[in-house]
């Protein structure tokens, strides 16, 4: 094991295939775990509000004999009287508490995941702005809780057909909100969906708005925790103000470096850092930012239980080193027994749209000729030539070795690669051949597709070349809990309220649902 200098974890090599690996804090991905969770545990009963009372453990509904109801007040809710203490105390019996204009949360609801601005969401509705973020807080909430209904079995192990799920990440903006301080906050989001039903198991991003960044400072100060090694710290999992700065500054020396030498400063970019560095960005001033790799870490965690039901499953992941750390940490167990296979997925991004056409006619006539030579079908072609490429290159231990371009490319995945990074002697070539065939990154770029086009919130940001690499959208938020909050009202749409092309949601398509649902029905919970 080594170490590494200011805030960089230290790095451990396994002395049977010389991989090195970072360390991780068990304690700091057990924290993201159960932050991205909690709105699947089940919410705490009302109890007693009264500091010290024999009864403040004791839930209103497990405990009726330790209550007396007592009325309802003006708004509906319903009024308990704790016999032990005597405290009067109320419980929302309305699914829209504190909401003075309900009338107008459905609208709100179809505006946000319609691609309308919010100046122009509060012109259309009605309301001012600080009412509209409320509002948007409130949405979020009710989303969780429907949720809440449908996806908490999965962490139980309910039953699944086959997965075939994939992993990709995206960035997200925030605007700067003074012009004294112009370097944007920028949040890293990851998601799986499964590639057969589009049912997306998760979308998270590195942020945590329940923390206070000068509390945790004083408190990391308070236990030491600038002064070890960063696995073993309390505050592990999120990024502190002195790390932020020490790997500024580190990547300053690497960007003039590779000026130098004429390297490519992202090939010097450590794996486990974050995706952007840069001095125009900046960590948040309001809650905090997590550390990229324990979010994927807790991710993939969450999909790993989300998915307990399924009898196999297929995973492929865009080509990141720390994605596939916390993929393989995450399915060890399963990945050891073959019910899961793990694949990275290289396709060629930057192609024009003629280029992207050219390839798949080339792929497409490199099939037709396979097809005539041999003389079967063309549903039978590319099962068959991945079949033969197998045999011909025999398996390879290395996993670096194992890249194998796909037949029949599409349009929106043009040269596609795939390598099988837990592939295994016993593994036929026939079934080798159906999971590359298989192979895509589409079911969660759909989502990612949405996500740009449905919430202008979220859309790609525009930079200038006098604006020295920072970048300013006049729709981005402007508080970075807003992402979270909007990603989850367009993941239950996505997954329940919109229809596809047979008239069915992907929560019908993986059999969670047998409908789709209004967003009426979404914030009636």
């Not at 509705?125 to 009412?131: E, S």
């Not at 593994?427 to 597709?449: E, P």
Request: net charge positive; charged share 25%; hydrophobic share 35%.
């Amino acid at each position: 094991m080594s170490g590494g200098g200011g805030s960089l974890p230290p790095t451990a090599i396994c002395k049977a295939c010389n991989e090195s690996f970072a360390l991780k804090s068990n304690h700091g991905v057990a924290e993201e775990v159960a932050r991205l969770t909690n709105y699947l545990q089940p919410p705490p009963e009302p109890t007693c509000p009264t500091e010290g009372c024999a009864h403040q453990a004791k839930g209103v509904h497990s405990h009726p004999d330790g209550y007396q109801r007592f009325g309802h007040t003006s708004a509906g809710s319903h009024r308990y009287r704790c016999k032990a203490c005597l405290r009067l105390f109320a419980i929302a019996a309305s699914a829209t508490p504190r909401q003075k204009r309900s009338d107008v949360n459905a609208l709100v609801f179809r505006l946000l995941v319609n691609k309308m601005p919010m100046r122009r969401i509060c012109e259309t509705a009605g309301i001012g702005p600080q009412t509209l973020y409320t509002k948007l807080r409130f949405l979020s909430e009710r989303t969780r809780v429907f949720t809440r209904k449908h996806e908490a079995p999965l962490l139980e192990g309910r039953a699944l057909p086959s997965l075939l799920l994939s992993t990709d990440r995206q960035d997200y903006l925030i605007n700067w909100g003074t012009s004294a301080d112009r370097r944007n906050i920028r949040l890293h989001g990851i998601g799986t969906a499964d590639n057969r039903s589009s049912f997306v198991f998760g979308m998270h991003i590195d942020y945590d708005s329940s923390l206070d960044p000068g509390n945790v400072e004083m408190e990391a100060l308070e236990c030491g925790d600038y002064g070890i090694v960063q696995p073993f710290r309390r505050f592990a999992r999120v990024w502190l103000k002195r790390d932020w700065t020490a790997e500024n500054v580190l990547l300053r020396q690497r960007h003039h470096r590779a000026s130098h030498t004429g390297v490519s400063s992202s090939e010097l970019t450590a794996d486990d850092g974050p995706r952007h560095w840069a001095d125009d960005t900046k960590l948040p001033g309001r809650g905090m930012k997590v550390r990229s790799d324990y979010s994927m870490m807790a991710h993939m965690q969450i999909v790993a239980r989300m998915t307990s039901g399924s009898p196999h499953v297929a995973l492929y992941l865009d080509q990141d080193s720390g994605l596939r750390s916390a993929t393989h940490v995450a399915f060890e167990n399963r990945i050891r027994v073959g019910s899961v296979d793990t694949f990275h997925v290289r396709i060629n991004k930057d192609m024009t749209i003629d280029q992207k056409g050219l390839a798949v006619a080339q792929a497409a006539q490199r099939m037709a000729k396979f097809t005539q030579a041999r003389r079967i079908t063309a549903k039978e072609g590319p099962q068959r030539m991945l079949e033969e490429a197998l045999a011909q290159r025999g398996f390879r231990p290395r996993w670096q070795d194992r890249w194998m371009t796909h037949p029949i490319p599409d349009g929106s995945e043009p040269e596609k690669e795939l390598l099988h990074l837990t592939d295994r002697p016993e593994l036929t070539d026939a079934r080798r051949a159906a999971m590359h065939l298989w192979g895509s990154l589409r079911g969660i770029d759909r989502f990612f597709m949405i996500v740009r086009r449905r919430q202008s919130l979220l859309e790609r940001p525009i930079s200038s070349a006098s604006a020295a690499g920072r970048v300013f959208y006049g729709n981005n938020p402007y508080r970075p809990w807003v992402v979270e909050s909007v990603l989850d009202l367009l993941r239950v749409t996505y997954n329940y309220h919109h229809r596809g092309q047979d008239q069915r949601t992907p929560a019908e398509r993986l059999g969670l649902t047998t409908r789709a649902y209004s967003l009426e029905d979404i914030l009636g919970g």
